[in-house]
């Protein structure tokens, strides 16, 4: 039997991604302009394995899609399910107004 995933295991799925700092520098980072992950490990101070681990979550949550060019393989935010988390995330973190008669 198929469970049905619903907006809040939704929200909760994107939360736990982003609940770690380094994983939200990367995609702060990739934001304007795809990176490797040599040019990551050196910005963020970490290593590339480290890089590479954190990689391997964000690319699982299709937040970060990999371009191999070359050798090297450059990383970049995937502008479509970040407009999809913005969505997912924007009636958790909004309080509806309660009108009182």
Request: hydrophobic letters at 45%.
């Amino acid at each position: 039997m198929k469970k049905t995933i619903t907006e809040a295991g939704r929200a909760a799925r994107i939360f736990k991604v982003l609940s770690v700092e380094t994983r939200v520098r990367m995609i702060e980072l990739l934001k304007p302009r795809p990176l490797c992950v040599n040019a990551l490990a050196r910005d963020l101070g970490i290593s590339a394995a480290a890089v590479s681990q954190h990689l391997r979550i964000l690319r699982d949550a299709d937040i970060v899609t990999a371009d191999k060019q070359g050798y090297f393989v450059h990383y970049r935010v995937n502008e479509k399910t970040l407009a999809v988390w913005r969505e997912i995330a924007r009636p958790v973190m909004t309080i509806k107004e309660v009108h009182h008669v």
